[in-house]
């Protein structure tokens, strides 16, 4: 049997799967108990398979499914095997934890979640699967639907609802996009499979009508800027395990297809596709970062820092581009291993990351994080495991954020080797704009970690948070041992990647990292650049433990615990500690002509002060209330036709007849 | 000995273009009639280097016209005009300075790209001075653009003759005498009409804010 | 890894741990010296160290494993930082294990944790102190990058031992670029090492303090871990400093012979690089918090500036 074959049943086993969920629609013990852990090791199977996959040559099947005459084409090559080894890895982690999570009495009963929730894992699946245009759209839109049911799990909350609908909204202008963009590709020839696209040669015009469309259309998904509105809101809306497969890994379904289209289905590429990707991506990682910094709400919080993490892979995918655009195959299988490098890591540290925000929520019923803190006491598990991912969030050696990072601003470095003078001062400035976004990121990190886990207890009730269950903290700990493996071990992890880069520019960097050992990553040559990840661990670890020792040895170990100073005041209570606001009020300050910022502020006279913040986004009103505004005045327009009487719906019906039928004669 | 001090020019330079976009973050008028005075020192010792080099008599004399005219009598007149008229602060900018300089920084970029072919074409030992010469002159310029008041204009308008004045020593070796006199000359008519002119906006508006000047256009 | 490498790497942590308290006992003196006060001698960081690990630790009720980890973990960076930065020879075993961005994020990593721990007690001046540090940071940061970017580009190498390595082996000649990305350098070290325009290392004045509410909380033999870190990071910095824009006299062999020849230079440098610090110090004025971004962005400006001169003029 093929791999594909057996991933097909793994994928038909996940439907299985939702299918028996809705027969125990509110029976949680087995949901919980049964099905989504064997939707884990579904998962599992999925990755292993997947990363066999890598290695073998393309693999492509017909699947008699649909219309008559239009089946579903599917293909198996280096690119799709990397994306299912994503979804695989970070799905066994989100699926063990969910087992844990979902209970009766939260809006959708948990039967019903688990036929979502295997029916969006396996449509993600297929999407990297498919091999035409047909089979894509439709795995596509099951995808959009499945977790727009998931989304609005909650339904009951109006906010959830809006957030739900604006959701699907920006995900069905995109999938416009999309279509039109596979009906360029095509180029008239009627045939919508992917092998008779690529054997197109387009018009450098019709080429980047093509790019442009995809552009717009996965970008729509990914939340690039100005197409991001909908993230912020719909992300946190979803019950954390969702919000984790969202964040984590349907994220990277878009950038997949961006791949697929701009590398695979366009032949040759311009220099501009790469700079408007690099200008975008850059724009939307700046955007994300600085908006994350000042969110009081943990979820949103990361979803904003989901943006930030896109505009990264954006920037990687365009220098890609842009070096490919110039034949420099090297360099630019450099910046795509660095963007893949990142699409790996994302998908483990924002899973791990928004479903230890779940685990939180579960044992506090608070997502604000000005009332939260010193959670690490409460629950330690949850928050070394986070410590984890948000050590990697920050881009900090040596765990996985920082590979990515590092490769890409190996790339930029590289950039001075452009033909063109213009680019080649431009683009090594715009590293310091990497460089800013990860230092920020940083910053961001601290805020979310520090007034969750840190500090004292905000409200009373959080002294009777309970600890994670012990499925949770297991989901946790895969992701967490990914992050760290994914850190440690680059030289083995590019080695996964070498085959897609390979696929999409026909280069790879795998051989010229092997050349320098396992232990030291060097993407060219030791004199360039290195970085030994495992020897910064191992040589941290031994200067900690004998500073540990040395102190013990010469010195005593003598400790007492007393009340923290109080600064003279004794009459401190925890929520006088520094707020999230507070901490994010630099941020605000330096970036104001990023926010629309409304402030409320107390006058000395208020018996009861109350002070409030919020802060917009210029896109929501400059650009998404007009259109929508305009919307509502042309559907006012058309509004004119409904009469409500029987009669008139009638004659408009009679009239078209009539004019179709003369239409028809002449 | 030589070597260095043809690498020297560059140094000369890159210190005017780091003082080109000192005096657009600068606030304080006093602060940049120093820089100013600053840029035309490193102007004089840049030239004076060139002719040195190049054994051409006549830029020492107009190094030495340069040190006369911006080093000592236009940053007198200048102190002067903002003693009498007591300007202090221009806080109020057209894009805040951040913005400023990000825009700067493309300028910086454009210049030098425009510069790359025409610095080919040039024989002298300058030549790749060229672009920073050309950035300087557009960075003045864009100081110009976003102050509001009348004094910080006027001396973006003469760090503008600075730049020029450094593209012609790096790309020709100077102009003809003949023309640097007249440039000179121009200058120092320029700031005394200049300077008439900003005490009469003042008797006219009570301010040195230039947007007054709006409300004299014809309705 | 040859015995004389080892030899080699072992010497320049060693060296680093014993001379970065002396630095600090340096410019502590010349400061007072400048400021017209009597000074303190020059021992007197160790003297300090040395009660510090005395007294017994006096840790907050609440505190979480973190805050006693904390001062580890910043001490073990700073130590493998200056294990990487090359203050004695370009060739130590350890310099291929990060190179100058890994450095930069080694920084990041003490910065990140020592934060966490001033966040971990719940006083109003930890977090305090904790979100101004990270400010400064996530501004320093980037210009950072762009200084060693400016001086890679030259090298064609993130490297830091092979940029020294070039630099010094270059015919003495003036580089416009290295020149105004020594200026921000010098702006940003100041600003990471909690120095006068940016922080002031002497005050306990609650308002304008950064590195001193951070570890506000601290005492004992974590403060002298925390204190020694301290002075072990301006170390790296000076010395990171040294070999960019001073090069010369750092041995580029891992012979015995060669190293301890590199002493003496090194000794030389940094007594000069103390004097001039303090310099510094003493004729500004610390600025208002909100204007070290302001600060911070100039360096940033600056060390673009030197990117681009280096793209005109070239090498």
């Known amino acids: 049997m093929l791999t594909l074959d057996w991933i097909l049943i793994v994928i038909a086993g996940w439907l299985a799967l939702g299918l028996i969920g809705i027969a125990a629609l509110r029976n949680t013990a087995v949901v919980a108990r049964v099905l989504f852990p064997a939707g884990a090791a579904l998962a599992l199977a999925l990755a292993g398979l997947a990363l066999g996959a890598l290695f073998a040559p393309p693999e492509t099947a017909v699947l008699a499914i649909g219309l008559p005459d239009l089946p579903f084409h599917l293909r198996l090559d280096g690119l799709s095997a990397f994306f299912l080894l994503v979804i695989g890895a970070a799905a066994v982690g989100i699926s063990i934890f969910a087992a844990g999570y979902f209970r009766l009495g939260e809006g959708t009963p948990p039967g019903l979640m688990c036929l979502e929730y295997h029916l969006f894992l396996a449509s993600m699946a297929l999407v990297v699967l498919a091999d035409d245009a047909y089979a894509f759209m439709v795995m596509w839109e099951t995808m959009a639907l499945s977790s727009f049911f998931l989304v609005t799990a909650n339904h009951r909350v109006p906010a959830i609802r809006e957030a739900g609908f604006l959701y699907l909204l920006v995900a069905h202008i995109g999938a416009i996009a999309i279509l039109l963009c596979f009906g360029v590709l095509q180029a008239n020839t009627g045939d919508y499979t992917f092998a008779n696209m690529r054997a197109q040669t387009l018009s450098p015009m019709w080429a980047s009508v093509a790019f442009l469309l995809a552009t717009f259309g996965f970008g729509a998904k990914a939340g690039v800027l100005p197409l991001h509105v909908w993230l912020p809101e719909a992300h946190p809306a979803a019950p954390s395990p969702v919000s984790a497969l969202m964040s984590g890994v349907m994220l990277k379904t878009a950038i997949y297809g961006l791949l697929r289209v701009s590398f695979d289905l366009l032949g040759a590429q311009l220099w501009w596709w790469g700079a408007l990707l690099l200008a975008v991506g850059l724009a939307t990682a700046l955007y994300g970062v600085v908006f994350s910094a000042v969110q009081t709400d943990m979820k949103r919080l990361l979803a904003y820092s989901s943006i930030e993490n896109i505009g990264l892979l954006f920037v990687g995918i365009g220098l890609g581009v842009l070096f490919n655009a110039y034949g420099m195959t090297a360099l630019s299988a450099l910046a795509l291993t660095a963007a893949l490098y990142h699409v790996l890591g994302h998908a483990f540290f924002k899973s791990l990351l928004f479903l230890a925000t779940g685990s939180v929520l579960h044992s506090t019923g608070e997502r604000s994080l000005g009332k939260l803190g010193g959670l690490m006491r409460r629950m330690p598990w949850v928050a070394w495991l986070s410590l984890v991912g948000v050590l990697a969030s920050s881009g900090l050696p040596p765990l996985s954020g920082f590979v990515s990072e590092w490769l890409l601003l190996q790339s930029f470095l590289f950039t001075t080797g452009l033909p063109d003078s213009f680019l080649n001062m431009m683009v090594p400035v715009l590293a310091a704009g990497i460089a800013l976004v990860s230092a920020l990121a940083g910053y961001t990190m601290v805020k979310f970690f520090g007034v969750i886990f840190l500090g004292q207890p905000r409200e009373p009730k959080l002294v009777n948070a309970h600890p994670s269950s012990r499925l949770e903290r297991a989901g946790l700990a895969w992701l967490a041992a990914g992050t760290v493996l994914l850190g440690l071990v680059p030289v083995s992890v590019i080695g996964l990647i070498d085959p897609v880069t390979r696929l999409l520019v026909s280069g790879g960097i795998a051989d010229a990292v092997r050349a320098n050992g396992w232990l030291l990553l060097s993407p060219s040559s030791l004199d360039r650049a290195s970085y030994s990840p495992l020897v910064f661990l191992v040589v941290v670890a031994v200067a900690v433990l004998l500073t540990a020792l040395g102190v013990r040895k010469f010195y005593h170990g003598r400790l007492r615990r007393a009340p923290a100073w109080d600064c003279g005041f004794p009459a401190q209570t925890a929520r006088m500690q520094d707020t999230a606001e507070g901490f994010g009020q630099p941020i605000r300050q330096i970036f104001e002509p990023f926010f629309r910022l409304h402030r409320e502020l107390p006058s ?63 | 000995m030589n070597t260095l001090l043809a690498q020297s020019i560059n140094l000369f330079a890159v210190v005017l273009l780091v003082l080109a976009f000192a005096m657009i973050a600068q606030r304080r008028i006093l602060t940049l009639i120093h820089l100013f005075t600053l840029q035309g020192a490193s102007l004089v010792a840049a030239t004076l280097v060139v002719a040195y080099l190049t054994g051409q008599s006549h830029l020492y004399f107009s190094a030495g016209m340069t040190f006369v005219l911006k080093v000592v009598l236009i940053p007198i007149l200048l102190h002067r005009v903002i003693q009498r008229l007591n300007v202090r602060w221009d806080v109020e900018t057209l894009f805040n300075i951040p913005t400023t300089m990000l825009i700067g920084i493309v300028l910086v970029i454009v210049a030098f790209n425009l510069a790359r072919p025409i610095a080919g074409l040039s024989t ?96 | 890894m040859s015995l004389a490498g080892l030899f080699a790497q072992l010497l320049a942590v060693v060296l680093a741990l014993g001379l970065a308290p002396l630095l600090t006992g340096w410019i502590n003196q010349w400061r007072a010296w400048l400021q017209g006060r009597r000074a303190p001698g020059l021992l007197q960081p160790y003297r300090t160290l040395h009660k510090l690990f005395n007294k017994e630790s006096v840790v907050a009720e609440n505190a979480s494993p973190i805050f006693r980890v904390a001062p580890y973990i910043m001490f073990g960076s700073m130590a493998l930082a200056c294990g990487i930065a090359p203050t004695l020879s370009t060739d130590l075993p350890l310099a291929p294990a990060a190179d100058a961005i890994a450095l930069v994020g080694l920084f990041a990593l003490a910065r990140v944790f020592i934060s966490l721990a001033a966040m971990d007690i719940g006083t109003s001046f930890g977090t305090l102190g904790a979100r101004r540090e990270m400010l400064v940071g996530f501004l320093a940061e980037p210009a950072l990058l762009m200084v060693l970017f400016a001086a890679s580009l030259i090298s064609q190498s993130t490297s830091l031992a092979q940029i020294v390595e070039t630099l010094a082996h270059r015919p003495f000649a003036i580089y416009p670029s290295l020149a105004v990305a020594g200026v921000a350098f010098t702006m940003v070290s100041l600003a990471e090492n909690a120095r006068v325009p940016v922080d002031n290392p002497a005050t306990h004045l609650e308002l304008t303090m950064i590195h001193e509410a951070l570890i506000l909380e601290y005492s004992g033999r974590h403060l002298a871990l925390v204190e020694w870190a301290a002075s072990l990071k301006l170390f790296a910095y000076s010395c990171i400093g040294l070999a960019l824009f001073v090069p010369w006299g750092v041995a580029e062999a891992d012979t015995p012979i060669a190293i301890v020849f590199a002493i003496p230079a090194l000794v030389a440098k940094l007594t000069v690089g103390g004097v001039l610090l303090a310099l510094i110090e003493t004729i500004n004025a610390k600025m208002r918090l909100f204007r070290v971004p302001e600060f911070l962005a100039t360096a940033f400006l600056l060390a673009v500036i030197a990117l681009l001169v280096h793209g005109l003029l070239g090498a």
């Open chain 2, 124 to 219: 002298s030992i300058a030549r790749g001075t060229l672009g920073i010469a050309l950035a300087c002159v557009l960075l003045s310029f864009l100081m110009m653009i976003v102050r509001a008041k009348a004094v910080p204009q006027v001396i973006g308008f003469l760090s503008m003759e600075n730049g020029l004045f450094f593209a012609a020593t790096a790309a020709t070796s100077g102009m003809p005498m003949i023309v640097e006199l007249g440039i000179a000359f121009d200058v120092l008519v320029g700031i005394l009409i200049l300077g008439v002119f900003m005490f009469q906006i003042r008797e006219q508006f009570d301010s040195l804010d230039i947007r007054h000047l709006e409300k004299l256009k014809e309705d």
């Open chain 1, 604 to 666: 000395p006279f208020d018996a009861k002060p109350v002070y409030r913040v919020t802060i917009e986004d210029h896109f929501w009103h400059w650009l998404y209330l007009p259109i929508a505004r305009l919307t509502s005045r042309i559907a006012r327009v058309v509004g004119r036709l409904q009469q409500g009487r029987i009669a008139i719906y009638l004659l408009y019906s009679f009239v078209t007849l009539i004019v179709l039928l003369m239409v028809v004669k002449s």
